[in-house]
């Protein structure tokens, strides 16, 4: 007696939501390989540093034995330290006296080099840029030598003069004086083509309708160049705060760990060196840069409120 056929059972249909999403990701996977260097990276060298400075802000530790939990402690010592707030002032005068002269120097520069009458643009560019890419400390190096109390070149330029000589490493706004002039040296080039590529950016039909209707250099500088420059002018003043706040490499090495005499070269992250590295506080340094975090975050704001007020650039 033979045997009934065995039928074949049926396929089981792959559900179309998983088919497409199956599909979706053979295409998305070698984009998210191709970028996955970078997050990889970034989790590496960027996140887990934040993270762990956060967590370390927290703990007492001098770097090589355990950590002690200390809670809020070191943030409220902050508050009460005079350094500190020493440093704060001695970071936002020289940001001031640095970043305003920048500013005002380099929108005029930038003027200037938009005309149709400067031959060579190109060199000047470059001759602008070089300042910017050139080492921290060699400029730090040649700026020693122009500031020097004793055989500076500036001074003996003071002396030919007939004028007497200035301490500028050893008085207060000496050397601030000199931190800012190395910080404006180097930055200015750079914020100059910044304002260029704004200006070229700006349609050169509103100056010719402004020379057609009789507007100088000045009212077409004043009246249509400024105010069409102001997202520039807030990405430079955000970018210059972000900046002047971290200033670093000219007051370690003109006056070195200890800011000068009287600690006037004393900047935020000068003071978090020494602290962190210096007396091996890492915890309490770690309190300065988050607190460093909060006051750039504060004067970033500021700085966005004020420019964008109509007043700002009439």
Known sequence: MSRPPVMASPPVPIPVSTSRWKSKLSRSLPLYLSVAPFFVLFAIFGLFPLAFSLYLSFQKWDGIGPMRFVGWNQFAYLLTDSYFWQAIINTLEIWLLATIPMICVSVVLAFLLASPLVKARGLYQIAFFLPHITSIVAIALVFGSLFSNQFGLLNALLTALGLGRVAWLSQPWGMKCAIAAMILWRTLGYHTLIFLAGIQSIPTTLYEAARIDGAGSRQIFSRITL?????????????????????????????????????????????????????????????????????IALFSLLNWLLLQRSWIVN
């Open 227 to 295: 105010p069409l420059l102001r997202p520039v002018m807030l990405f430079t003043v955000i970018t210059s705060t972000i900046s002047g706040m971290q200033v670093f490499t000219e007051p370690q090495v003109l006056l070195g760990n200890d800011g000068g005499p009287g600690r006037e070269g004393m900047t935020i992250v000068l003071y978090l060196y020494q602290q962190a590295f210096g007396s091996y506080h890492f915890g309490y340094g770690a309190a300065i840069g988050w607190g460093l975090f909060v006051l």
